[in-house]
């Protein structure tokens, strides 16, 4: 899966989970600029897990700030997935 792929397939979660219905981009934040409180932030991570099938470390998840980050961790969990 691309990075692209991730990033889309991540954008659909995030406006599943929130109010947030525009373009998503690696660079936005995902409290400032889209809006999520902590609750949908945990259903974003949870689908995210869920629909990638990777699992989301507590470590990397206060890592997570913006897009990119969480497309960063969802590739790496993808990475290290036995094919």
Excluded: C, N, W
Excluded at 24 to 39: H, K, N
Excluded at 50 to 67: G, H, M, N, P
């Amino acid at each position: 899966m691309t990075r692209d792929e991730i990033r889309e397939k991540l954008a659909d979660i995030i406006r599943k989970e929130t109010a947030y219905r525009g373009d998503v981009t690696d660079e936005m934040r995902l409290i400032e600029d889209i809006g999520a409180d902590s609750l949908q932030l945990m259903a974003i991570v949870t689908s995210a897990e869920s629909s990638f099938k990777v699992t989301i470390s507590d470590e990397a998840l206060f890592e997570i700030q913006r897009v990119g980050d969480a497309v960063d961790v969802i590739e790496a969990g993808l990475a290290a997935s036995p094919a």
